[in-house]
């Protein structure tokens, strides 16, 4: 895999986005979406920008540790890191951000590690991501009761996925069935090789401590979302952070649940709808209040992970993708 094959791809991604969400800004009332965005306090802006470098930030320290538990750091500065976890941040329009096991090719590029040793990494990342967000979005429950059922839906199959991942003795007897089917003798130690590092990422102790790190992380863009309703001139309350904190998390989650690129269009929905409904906001200023967060996240997000992709093209352009050496995984036995 290719630097340059992939620019095509992912500036079609981005387009495809930036036209989502100009449709969705058409669809409401323009001059009320135009009323929304005189409205704002443009003052603002440095703080949620602010919020949203602390979350990635926070991210990056999540990133950085599950790559040294797995002992897949040789080679690679704090700087590399850094900088192949902020160029990953460009497959944030992917569906349900698989997309960002693009970094595990990167990483490839540094050090040679294999794909399928560091890909579980990404998969560690989602899933304390959408722990971290369930937990944010707890607190307000009581808002919107008929999220409900979502919410433990979803709680429960991710404790589910631990749990089974956990499991050695069903995951190896999986496995074995795998290698018994047509080709499996072939897909076996890949698969092998994955369960191997997504079991020590999800270890409950490892889980606890990344997922403490993600509600941190994840809780500044709630933050965000707060300083975008104030900007709107909401005043601030307890209750109007509360409502901030909920109505990202929630909307969030159902973007990635939908598995559409990035969420586009159904978090967008969610977002604006659950404005109008619990803030008590107007359609064109929830449009407006839900198109500059997701401007000031995701958006921004992927112009930083161009920048980083840009200077890492530069920076490996003359190494192969695989090096001398590969990186092997700490034994967590």
Partial sequence: MSLSSLRGKIL??????????VAMSLLADVRQVGAGFERFAWGAVPAILGCTVLNYALRWAKWDYYLRRLNLGGGVSRADSALIFTAGLIMSVTPGKVG???KSFLLRRVNGTPATVSAPIVLAERVTDGLAMLLLMAGGLSLYPPVRPLFWALLG???LGVIVAQSRPLCERILAWVARLPLGAKLAPRLLALYASTAQLLHWRILLVSTLL???SWGFECVA??????GMGIAGTPLLLLQATFI???STLLGLVSFLPGGLGASEASSAGLLVLL?????GAASAATL??????????VLLGMAALAWFGRRYKERPLSGEHEVRPYNAR
Avoid: H, K, P, Q
Avoid at 12 to 21: K, R
Avoid at 225 to 230: I, R
Avoid at 292 to 301: A, D, K, P, Q, V
């Fill in 225 to 230: 979302m707060y300083f975008v309703l104030t």
């Fill in 157 to 159: 199959a991710t404790l």
């Fill in 214 to 216: 993600s509600i941190v």
């Fill in 292 to 301: 500059i967060i997701r401007f000031c996240t995701l958006w921004f997000g």
């Fill in 279 to 283: 803030v008590g906001m107007d359609a």
């Fill in 12 to 21: 079609a991604s981005v387009l495809l986005g930036l036209v989502v969400i």
């Fill in 248 to 250: 990202f998390a929630a």
């Fill in 100 to 102: 960002e096991v693009f």
